[in-house]
């Protein structure tokens, strides 16, 4: 993420010799070189956002030691410790902190955030245990509450999503929150303000989501080459087609 006046850019990044999470700064009139890093207060940091008009990021730490000399092995799942942080980036403090009280939320590695307001974050969870039950796999925490509202699924989808959240975000009004289950070939939707579920979208390994241009409209992708637009209000696609030779992945951004 870029700070507000665009003169340095944000990077999640790990520290493998401590196995700790950091920022690293980066200097966007300089050709990017790294002048600095701060602490991302946890493990695994993922994604990082920007309170909007602030100088505080928040971070998703997924909680999760990994190593690149070990890919795709977890090497802590026993002892994880997911979070988010909020940190002014002007000085590397921690402003206030997220941690998962009950043991069993200890398993859901935080991945994926938004912020729809200056106070709230609505973050999407990765269950890293053989069996998912019904935990809320997308929740929002109010800044300085502790306090959470969980996005409830019924249960035929909850189980069929494997307890894995793939990607997030919230159409331009900032009324509605869409999050991508690949591996149970849906796209997700939900109210903001009252968590009330909206319904879903059926993609193969649908995971890259963006907010539309409209109210209610979403940008969607798979690694197949397919991409359309979907109204979660008026739920109808637009702009479908489908390249073969496009393997899409994860993630997509607006550029506004």
């Given at each position: 993420i870029f700070s507000k006046d665009g003169n340095y850019l944000f990077v999640t990044e790990n520290n493998?010799?401590?196995?700790?999470?950091?920022?690293?700064?980066?200097?966007?009139?300089?050709?990017y070189v790294r002048v600095g890093e701060f602490s991302s207060y946890g493990i695994g940091p993922h994604e990082i956002s920007l309170i909007p008009k602030t100088n505080i990021i928040v971070v998703a730490?997924?909680?999760?030691?990994?190593?690149?000399?070990l890919p795709e092995i977890k090497l802590n799942t026993d002892t994880m410790e997911p979070?988010?942080?909020?940190?002014?980036?002007?000085?590397?403090?921690?402003?206030?902190?997220?941690?998962?009280?009950?043991?069993?939320?200890?398993?859901?590695?935080?991945?994926?955030?938004?912020i729809p307001s200056s106070k709230d974050?609505?973050?999407?969870?990765?269950?890293?245990?053989?069996y998912q039950g019904k935990v809320p796999l997308v929740s929002m925490y109010?800044?300085?509450?502790?306090?959470?509202?969980?996005?409830?699924?019924?249960?035929?989808i909850h189980t069929a999503i494997g307890g894995y959240c793939g990607s997030i975000t919230a159409d331009i009004s900032g009324m509605i929150v869409a999050v991508s289950a690949p591996?149970?070939?849906?796209?997700?939707?939900?109210?903001?303000?009252?968590?009330?579920?909206?319904?879903y979208l059926t993609i193969a390994d649908g995971?890259?989501?963006?907010?539309?241009?409209?109210?209610?409209?979403?940008?969607?992708?798979?690694?197949?080459?397919?991409?359309?637009?979907?109204?979660?209000?008026?739920?109808?696609?637009?702009?479908?087609?489908?390249?073969?030779?496009?393997?899409?992945?994860?993630h997509l951004t607006a550029v506004h």
């Open positions: 493998l010799v401590s196995q700790i999470g950091v920022i690293g700064v980066y200097d966007v009139n300089n050709s730490n997924g909680g999760i030691i990994t190593h690149p000399d979070s988010l942080a909020y940190i002014d980036y002007k000085n590397g403090k921690l402003i206030d902190q997220y941690t998962p009280q009950v043991s069993r939320y200890k398993k859901l590695s935080i991945r994926h955030l938004i974050v609505i973050y999407a969870c990765q269950d890293q245990t053989p109010s800044k300085g509450t502790k306090k959470l509202k969980h996005f409830r699924l019924p249960e035929k591996r149970g070939n849906y796209i997700l939707f939900w109210k903001i303000s009252s968590q009330e579920f909206l319904g995971c890259g989501i963006s907010s539309g241009i409209r109210p209610g409209e979403f940008a969607v992708t798979n690694s197949g080459g397919y991409f359309s637009t979907y109204n979660a209000i008026e739920k109808a696609s637009l702009n479908r087609k489908t390249q073969p030779e496009v393997k899409w992945d994860n």
